[in-house]
């Protein structure tokens, strides 16, 4: 796979110089599955989103923020628009600013397939193949390279897989986590109001997700992701520069 560095789409801090995996966690403060966050492998919050009860996101707008608050991408659902098609903007949105990439379903492939266009970078465009409902996404870019990937948890001493609340996302070196997080956002509210089970079968409603302190402690005994993503995807390591 061809390594070279795509660079900072949202924010330079969270490009990474090799293969990273973050855990993350579907969860709220009040509500289970409304909110996210996101996991390093020593189990410190790198992203998080914080959703107050399910009507939050019919306001058609979502804030990805740092562990600290800081908000960096807000992504929001274009009206009208054919296609389900999402936009992602720096920071917290403001009135008349210019997008840095949109979200929307292909209309050419089948319905599991979106397509990414990045507005601040011409002629960078990424495909997303697979199901956000089954927890099995490629991101691809437009040499059909895989990026980044959505994947089931597996309880490496189990060997069993984790409920859909908690899934891993894998980053190949040089992709932006910030941007390839705000995707996900945009996956779970196109694709993500029912879950399907492995047989494509619709669920309602998944077992309770587990809580923050439980995700924790199962980081602290895991180590690396390395066994539990499958080929390609191997490793963990800091961003180029620390967390702002």
Excluded at 118 to 127: C, N, S
Excluded at 182 to 196: F, R
């Amino acid at each position: 796979m061809n390594t070279t560095t795509v660079g900072a789409i949202v924010e330079e801090g969270f490009v990474y110089t090799q293969e990273t995996h973050l855990t993350v966690l579907k969860s709220s403060l009040f509500f289970a599955g409304d909110g996210f966050a996101a996991y390093d492998s020593n189990g410190a919050v790198v992203f998080r989103v914080d959703s107050y009860g399910r009507e939050s996101g019919d306001t058609g707008e979502l804030v990805l923020m740092d562990a600290a608050g800081r908000c960096l991408l807000t992504v929001r659902r274009k009206w009208p628009s054919l296609h389900h098609r999402w936009e992602g903007f720096a920071g917290e949105r403001i009135s008349e600013q210019t997008p840095l990439f949109s979200v929307h379903r292909s209309s050419m492939i089948g319905r599991s397939s979106m397509a990414v266009e990045v507005y601040t970078k011409p002629g960078e465009e990424y495909q997303i193949d697979g199901s956000f409902g089954l927890r099995k996404c490629t991101i691809l870019n437009a040499d059909r390279e895989a990026v980044a990937e959505i994947r089931r948890k597996v309880d490496s001493y189990a060997n069993l897989e984790l409920g859909k609340e908690v899934f891993l996302l894998s980053l190949k070196p040089g992709f932006d986590g910030a941007f390839a997080m705000g995707l996900v956002l945009i996956l779970d509210q196109i694709q993500g109001a029912n879950y399907e089970d492995d047989d494509g079968v619709v669920n309602w409603a998944d077992s309770e997700p587990p809580s923050p302190t439980m995700l924790g402690a199962h980081l602290a005994s895991s180590g690396p992701f390395g066994s539990e993503i499958g080929p390609g995807m191997t490793g963990s390591s800091p961003r180029i520069s620390p967390m702002g």
